[in-house]
């Protein structure tokens, strides 16, 4: 695992936290999405809260791009609930996440982190 990120799985809430910490470049992103697929592959529908307001991200859009590809290209992804935690003023973050979202992927952008939990939770996932 690279010291950019941190993946945990909490089995109580059953939520995949993804902490994205210092630069969050697409390559970066790519590894801990890879990481992520690869080990919970199995599961049915994930609720993964990914936080990167501790991060230097840095999209431009063609990376906005290849990053969504990557996450339409992922069976476990299309079936997660994805919660995404920005820093103020990091507009490729958002970018990215409504371009998911207008593709049908169960995804929305929060600045506090109680609402995305709350979000992540409002429905029951399928196991």
Same mark, same amino acid.
């Given at each position: &695992? /690279?010291?950019?990120?941190?993946?945990?799985? $909490?089995?109580?809430?059953?939520?995949?936290?993804?902490?994205?910490?210092?630069?969050?470049? &697409? *390559?970066? =992103?790519?590894?801990?999405? #890879?990481?992520?697929?690869?080990?919970?592959? !199995? !599961?049915?529908?994930?609720?993964?809260?990914?936080?990167? #307001? !501790?991060?230097?991200?840095?999209? /431009?859009?063609?990376? =906005? *791009?290849?990053?969504?590809?990557?996450? =339409? +290209? =992922?069976?476990?992804?299309?079936?997660?609930?994805?919660? @995404?935690?920005?820093?103020?003023? @990091?507009?490729? @973050?958002?970018?990215?996440? *409504?371009?998911?979202? #207008?593709?049908?992927?169960?995804?929305?952008?929060?600045?506090?982190?109680?609402?995305?939990?709350?979000?992540? $939770?409002?429905? +029951?996932?399928?196991?």
């Amino acid at each position: &695992m /690279s010291s950019s990120f941190k993946i945990r799985y $909490n089995a109580s809430s059953r939520i995949v936290r993804v902490l994205f910490l210092g630069p969050a470049g &697409m *390559e970066t =992103q790519l590894r801990a999405g #890879r990481h992520l697929v690869e080990r919970f592959r !199995h !599961h049915g529908r994930l609720k993964i809260l990914v936080d990167s #307001r !501790h991060a230097d991200v840095s999209l /431009s859009a063609r990376e =906005q *791009e290849v990053l969504a590809g990557f996450v =339409q +290209e =992922q069976p476990v992804l299309l079936r997660a609930r994805l919660a @995404v935690l920005y820093p103020d003023g @990091v507009n490729a @973050v958002v970018s990215l996440v *409504e371009r998911l979202a #207008r593709a049908g992927q169960d995804a929305r952008f929060f600045a506090s982190e109680a609402a995305a939990v709350e979000w992540l $939770n409002s429905r +029951e996932p399928v196991s």
